[in-house]
Nanobody
């Protein structure tokens, strides 16, 4: 059974930092692209970042580029999202998702991902 477990969310003041973790089990970690999506209150899911071992690439949305960093600990099957210089627009539920096949130009589309974690709440106060 494939499982993705997201954790690390919380309440932080604007300008602060958080690190999210996504621990993956039940699949061959190196064969999958792992992405972070978020859903702000009342809005649709938004692709935030993605890391792909097969493409040897990382991807970021324009809204987080330069502030967020995605990385992996392959030995622990874990993907991290380091979020710095947070602002209230970063508030939302953050999900990690896995895709066996990812195309660089489609990394931020929800439909490209087969497996999803349960989400972790991030709240940034002004």
């Amino acid at each position: 059974e494939v499982q993705l477990q997201a954790s690390g969310g919380g309440l932080v003041q604007a300008g602060g930092s958080l690190r999210l973790s996504c621990t993956v089990s039940g699949l061959t970690f190196d064969d999958y692209a792992i992405a972070w999506f978020r859903q702000p209150p009342g809005k649709e899911h938004e692709g935030v970042s993605c890391i792909s071992e097969s493409l040897r690439s990382t991807f970021y949305s324009d809204s987080v580029k330069g502030r967020f960093t995605v990385s992996t600990d392959n030995a622990k099957n874990t993907v991290f999202l380091q979020m710095d210089h947070l602002n209230p627009e970063d508030t939302g539920v953050y999900y990690c998702a896995a895709s066996r096949w990812i195309v660089a130009g489609l990394w931020d589309l929800k439909r490209e991902y087969n497996y999803w974690g349960q989400g972790t709440q991030v709240t940034v106060s002004s």
